[in-house]
């Protein structure tokens, strides 16, 4: 809470207003779902908490908070008017801008109407964007949870396997070594359609001479790994191989170029100058890593145009890729913590191109 306060003090934010999400668990350490009935936390620099939730909730609250109910076919607007009621004067008030729905925002503006809205982002993201210890050891351990998951996955892969196949095997792969929540559902793709960055697992079997793109991660305790490997289901043909070879030599130069004091864009920089050297710049088209925390994307983002130099305990990925539509896409993710001395890669699953037989 103090550094929360310093962190509003220096934002020039008298209160914010957060509904259930990675923020409310942050400061809280409770999961609320997200649904028809609203939930807010209103957290004001001069007082303790304040939070505004349905009746049933009522026993899962932080310590100390203050509690407005109301119960199911009651109009939740009385309790958000003695919430608001409760506080001093709020002239800047935090919003989540990225997550708050109209429904909670409507609410708070009929009682705060003369409050100047503004985005709670950076005053979280000042909180957040440094890992302490113990939040480093759980996405280290999910890391590994991961890793040991895509190992015993790719080993039993078959012919004729589909992309759903694959995803529904790496997520009981992870339940079953005690992962938690995914980040996403993973992102497996196979063949021509490897070049989708986001693509969705389809019915689409694997074949020999397949390449295979694999994203997916777990969480510990909500704290992300967000992992790629891409992988060849048979020997590749020479262009294949190349640009597998620039992407991995991409990942190696983005890696060692983090570390503290650097700033972000200078990760992008050197990842995407490979890329671009070896003839491949226009098929690299989003950037090179983003942070990783109990969001799966959060500051900082590694990026051109982000100045901000990094931290000891900065966590983020470092991702390049190449997609040649209707060909091939590659891309090699890896998570790294930025240390006193350097960059640490939590993620160790071997980098080097790996050709699958399906025997």
Same mark, same amino acid.
């Given at each position: 809470?103090?550094?929360?306060?310093?962190?509003?003090?220096?934002?020039?934010?008298?209160?914010?207003?957060?509904?259930?999400?990675?923020?409310?668990?942050?400061?809280?350490?409770?999961?609320?779902?997200?649904?028809?009935?609203?939930?807010?936390?209103?957290?004001?620099? #001069?007082?303790?908490?304040?939070?505004?939730?349905?009746?049933?909730?009522?026993?899962?609250?932080?310590?100390?908070?203050?509690?407005?109910?109301?119960?199911?076919?009651?109009?939740?607007?009385?309790?958000?008017?003695?919430?608001?009621?409760?506080?001093? %004067?709020? #002239?800047?008030?935090?919003? %989540?801008?990225?997550?708050?729905?109209?429904?909670?925002?409507?609410?708070?503006? #009929? =009682?705060?109407?003369?409050?100047?809205?503004?985005?709670?982002?950076?005053?979280?993201?000042?909180?957040?964007? *440094?890992?302490?210890?113990?939040?480093?050891?759980?996405?280290?351990?999910?890391?590994?949870?991961?890793?040991?998951?895509?190992?015993?996955?790719?080993?039993?892969?078959?012919?004729?396997?589909?992309?759903?196949?694959?995803?529904?095997?790496?997520?009981?792969?992870?339940?079953?070594?005690?992962?938690?929540?995914?980040?996403?559902?993973?992102?497996?793709?196979?063949?021509?359609?490897?070049?989708?960055?986001?693509?969705?697992?389809?019915?689409?079997?694997?074949?020999?001479?397949?390449?295979?793109?694999?994203? +997916?991660?777990?969480?510990?305790?909500?704290?992300?790994?967000?992992?790629?490997?891409?992988?060849? +289901?048979?020997?590749?043909?020479?262009?294949?191989?190349?640009? /597998?070879?620039?992407?991995?030599?991409?990942?190696?130069?983005?890696?060692?170029?983090?570390?503290?004091?650097?700033?972000?864009?200078?990760?992008?920089?050197?990842?995407? #100058? *490979?890329?671009?050297?070896?003839? /491949?710049?226009?098929? +690299?088209?989003?950037?090179?890593?983003?942070?990783?925390?109990?969001?799966?994307? %959060?500051?900082?983002?590694?990026?051109?145009?982000?100045?901000?130099?990094?931290?000891?305990?900065?966590?983020?990925?470092?991702?390049?890729?190449?997609?040649?539509?209707?060909?091939?896409?590659?891309?090699?993710?890896?998570?790294?913590?930025?240390?006193?001395?350097?960059?640490?890669?939590?993620?160790? +699953?071997? =980098?080097?191109? =790996?050709?699958?037989?399906?025997?």
């Amino acid at each position: 809470m103090d550094r929360l306060i310093a962190a509003m003090n220096t934002h020039n934010v008298d209160a914010l207003a957060l509904i259930p999400g990675p923020n409310l668990r942050y400061l809280t350490g409770l999961d609320y779902h997200l649904m028809e009935r609203p939930i807010i936390g209103l957290y004001h620099k #001069q007082v303790d908490p304040v939070f505004v939730i349905p009746t049933l909730e009522q026993d899962r609250v932080p310590e100390g908070a203050a509690v407005f109910t109301y119960a199911d076919g009651t109009d939740p607007a009385h309790a958000v008017r003695e919430a608001v009621a409760s506080l001093p %004067e709020v #002239q800047r008030l935090g919003v %989540e801008y990225r997550r708050m729905r109209v429904l909670e925002l409507k609410l708070l503006q #009929q =009682r705060l109407p003369v409050s100047f809205v503004v985005d709670a982002e950076p005053v979280m993201a000042e909180l957040r964007r *440094v890992k302490t210890a113990e939040e480093i050891d759980h996405t280290r351990s999910a890391v590994s949870i991961s890793e040991a998951a895509l190992e015993a996955v790719i080993t039993e892969l078959k012919p004729g396997m589909t992309e759903r196949d694959v995803a529904f095997q790496l997520m009981a792969a992870q339940v079953e070594r005690s992962g938690g929540g995914m980040p996403f559902s993973p992102i497996v793709l196979f063949g021509e359609r490897t070049p989708l960055p986001h693509g969705m697992p389809s019915n689409r079997t694997l074949q020999h001479s397949d390449p295979i793109l694999i994203d +997916f991660g777990t969480s510990v305790n909500g704290y992300m790994s967000d992992i790629t490997r891409c992988f060849f +289901f048979g020997e590749p043909d020479a262009k294949a191989r190349e640009v /597998y070879e620039v992407v991995l030599a991409a990942n190696t130069a983005g890696r060692e170029a983090a570390g503290p004091g650097v700033p972000a864009q200078d990760v992008d920089r050197a990842a995407r #100058q *490979v890329i671009e050297e070896a003839g /491949y710049g226009e098929y +690299f088209i989003h950037r090179t890593g983003h942070g990783l925390g109990i969001d799966a994307h %959060e500051e900082p983002y590694i990026v051109e145009g982000n100045s901000q130099h990094l931290e000891p305990g900065m966590c983020f990925t470092v991702e390049p890729g190449i997609y040649i539509p209707g060909e091939i896409g590659i891309r090699i993710e890896d998570d790294l913590i930025i240390t006193g001395e350097g960059a640490e890669s939590l993620s160790t +699953f071997p =980098r080097e191109i =790996r050709v699958l037989n399906g025997a």
